[in-house]
């Protein structure tokens, strides 16, 4: 069993930074596969960004420039670093971890970008 819990959301002006954490608990393989998603209201879950064990990260191109993933593998956690943040980013943040066809979930963290 894998428990995720995020941090770092919250209230942030048109143009502005934060940066979201997802601490990892339980049997995390090498395998492993982390993430972040997010859903806005009325709208799908969708994918944000994804990071391996190794490093090799995956964004949705409407992130690409302006947010940075990273991950800390001996903490087994995962870093979202978010800049010139848009009112469109504003949603619910999941964090997810993937391995051996399992997904494991965060209860998510909210962020609000005012224009």
């Known amino acids: 069993q894998v428990q995720l819990v995020e941090s770092g959301g919250g209230l942030v002006q048109d143009g502005g930074s934060l940066r979201l954490s997802c601490a990892a608990s339980g049997i995390i393989y090498r395998v492993s596969v982390m993430g972040w998603y997010r859903q806005a209201p009325g709208k799908q879950r969708e994918l944000v960004a994804t990071i391996t064990r190794g490093g090799s990260t995956d964004y949705a191109d409407s992130v690409k420039g302006r947010f940075t993933i990273s991950r800390a593998n001996v903490k087994n956690t995962v870093y979202l670093q978010m800049n010139s943040l848009k009112p469109e980013d504003t949603a619910d943040y999941y964090c997810?971890?993937?391995?051996?066809?399992?997904?494991?979930w965060g209860k998510g963290t909210l962020v609000t970008v005012s224009s």
């Open positions: 997810n971890l993937a391995q051996y066809g399992e997904a494991y």
